[in-house]
Every structure is written in structure tokens, then in C-alpha cells.
């Protein structure tokens, strides 16, 4: 159960919403962060491109206004005193040989294809030896003479480095933040609202008194909460009303019926009681019998089903209930023409009330005995399975059209109403009301032909730690 | 709460009682008190 619900969270609404709020934050931070970092290195090499250029551009001028010597002193005058930090620059003849210039060899194989050629210095400085990359324009001047104009870019690679670093971090701190708060919220929530679940399955399984906790944070869960206390109320008030009703109508009719039974017996008494009034007073007395049956199982189911736990639930062995209970019916089966045999598990503990369960398996037999013709049969089985105990009832009778299987449990719902056969409607009510008491599930099934009717009782505890001990010893 | 079966599963076994105690006796020792059930004695009152 503690696991299940631990993993039940990945299959939350809740979890699954975060988890998906957390990919779009993570969406979100990784394009904002990617491309601030893309505007930013294409910011900073666009004004390398336009420094170079321009240099690029005045450096040709120089060569239309003096020549080659020109150049070659303007070159070396930049690189002496005003040149910018990190500036490269290089003449070189033709044949790639250099004239002037701040790099000692032509860096390229021949003329660079690429407009914006990059490569590496390297340089002897005081000290230590460091390359550095460099990003360049080559032009070719009038006379065949190579122009190279190009920008350190170590300055700007650090920086871009730097840049990368944060960006990574920024999109990993903000996934894992989003992560956490995620799971730490679906998991609230899913606390919650296992809260309600909890507390409504109890109330289902009888607790009535208990309502939703309302923590006093007044936000929805609580105004949830508060409004569905506020429908249990008003249910078990009406729950209460009903049954109060029923009581009393249910004990007001009683001793009335007893009373009328009472003088109608004396009445067949009487010595001198003339035959014409004899039989419709027996007839009378018969539906008498007939109305106080019918509300001692009204009064049953309405014990049944109040949801009440059983007031004082004992062991009882089911297998021999069920033999005892063929073995009491089998002469009325016989009388019928009809075949009556069980096969028990013996020694299969349920914990019950003896009485109610005989009840029910009384009327499941009834119920087969009334519509069952002669020659069929019918047979009582209790099966111990792991940790529950199978009860069936099956005939080769006529059976039950499914739609019938399905409101049979139903009070009042007679089935398949015949002429000649006395129900009250009420015995199949009687027995899904015994079967819930018990936590039974209650199966009705086709059983080709005939009726199928399961009862699963679940075993004692005592019983199914035993049986998962010797499973345990026997392994 | 008591125990209510429907059928004449009473009846049934009172008369096989009586093929088993009473049949060829002279006198029955089973007797039907109406409205109240069966009752075991010698003689009928």
C-alpha cells in the first residue's frame, strides 16, 4: 500500500503538470541564455569584421596615395606607437614572402578561400609562450603585394568562454531549481489529495463519523474539503432520518402482525368453526407468515447494509458451514428430484457472524431449489485460495439472462417472475448485503447452462499469516 | 437475528423424522402443534 502510493506520485496529474512546467522553464532559460549568447559573439566579431575592414580600407588608400613604401611605413607605425592591442598585420609580396609586417610568416597555404580566415600565432613573449588565435582579412593590392589585416581574438575567446561557462551553470541551476520545486509541489499535492481518497474510502468501508481534514489554509483544498463535510452531513442527517423511520414503522408493524397471527391461530381453534370460514383463514395466516417474513429480511438488509461493521465478528470455518447447510438441504433437494453435493476445503477461517452467513448460503440454495427443474443438480463448493476463500453455489438450471445477474442484488428485483413461485424478492438483496458485511465480493455468473454464484470471502488474519508462513517454510 | 429459510426445509425433515420414529407405531410421538412448530410426546393432549 506505502509503496504503491510512493510510486503512485510519478502518476500524478500534479507530477505529471510540473514535470511539464519544468521542461518549458527549461525550454525557456536554454533560449533566452543561447541566444544572448549567440547576439553576443556575433556582436563582438562583427565589430572585429568592421575594425578590420576599416583598416583594411585606409591601408589601400595609403597605397593609392604613396605605394608599397607608403604602406610599409604606415604599417610599421602602427605597429610602434598607435596600433590598437592585438593588431596584425603583414605585407607580403606575390610569392607569400613577407615585407613588412608584425607576423614573420604567411599563415595561409597561398590566397585563403574564406573571407574571414582565422589562425593561430604563436608568440615568444617575456616569459611564457602562448598562441593566440587571430580572425583576418587578406586583400589583394594592384600590384600583386598581399594585404593581411587581422585582430587577437584570446581577449575575446575568454570572454565568449566565460559567457559559455555561466550559460551552462544558469541552465542547470534553473533546471534543477524547477526540478525541486516541481516535485516538491506534485508531492504536496499529491498528499492532499490521497488525504481525501483515504479518508473517502473509509467512510465507504462504514466509518461514518469521519469527515476530510481542513488544515485552515483556506485555499481550494480546504473549501473542498469544508463542501464535501458539509454533503456527508446533510447525508448522514438524511441517513439517520431514514433509518429512524424504518425502525419505527418496521417495530410498528411488528407487534401489530404478531397480534393479527395470534387471533387468527385462535380463531382455527375455535371447536365449532364452520368449514367455509377455515380456509380462508388459513390462506390469510399464510400471507400473514408471508408479510412477517418479508420484514425479518427487510429488517436484515437494512442491518446489512447500514454499513455497520459486523458488531462482533467470530472465526468462522466456512467449509463446514457449507457442508453442514448441503447436508441440511440435500432431503429437500431430494424431494425435488434434484442433486445435492459439496466439496469443502476444510479448515477455511473467515471472520464473521455464523448466523448471517448460513443465512446466505440458505438463500443462494433456496434460490437454486425454486428455479432448478427435476433432474438438475446442484453443488456447494468452498475453495482456500491465497488469502481469500471462494464460496460457489452452481446449478444446471435455467440460469440468469445477464441484465438480471446484474440488478439481482437489488432489493425487490425478482428475476424472471414465474407463476407458482413464492418470493419475497428479497433473498438475493439479503445475500449482497451479507456479502458486503463480510468485505465479500458477490459474483453472478452464467454457468452454461445454469447459475454461478460466487462468494470471496477474505480470510482470517490469523489464516493468512499462517499460509504465507508455511509458503515461506516450504520455499 | 434468526436464522429464515423459505423453502419447507423444516417440513421435509420433520417427515423423514417421522418415517424414521412414528411409521407402523400405534401411537405417534411427533405431533404438529399449529402455529408454533412440532412437538415430541406420548400422548396428544
Redesign the interface.
Known sequence: MKEGRRWGLFNTSAFRMSMGYTFLVTLAVCVTLGSAYLLTQSIITGDVDLIIDTELRSLENQYVRSGIPGVTDEINLRIDSWGRIGAVYMLADPKFNRLAGNVTNWPFDGAPADPRPEFRIESIEPGQRSVHPVRASVRKLPNGDWLLVGTDMSQDRRYVRTFQIATLWGIGLSILAAGIAGFSFSFRLARRVSDVTDTCVRIMSGEQGHRLPVVGTSDEFDALAASVNRVLDRLEEQTRTLRATFDSVAHDLRAPLHRLRTRMDAVLRLPALESGIREPVESSLREVDRLQRTLATLLQIALAESGAPLASPAPVDVGELAEEMAELFEPVARERGLTLTAHADHGVVVEGNRQLLAQLITNLLENALKYVPSGGRIDVAVKRLADRADLIISDNGPGMPAQDRLRAGQPFARVGTRSGLEGSGLGLSLVSAIARLHRARLTLESNDPGLRAEVSLPLANAQVAAASLSRSMSA | ?????????VD??IS?LRQAIDRGAERPLIHTV??SGYVLQEEEE
Open positions: 437475528m434468526h436464522f429464515d429459510p423459505q423453502s419447507n426445509l421435509v425433515h423423514r399449529r402455529g
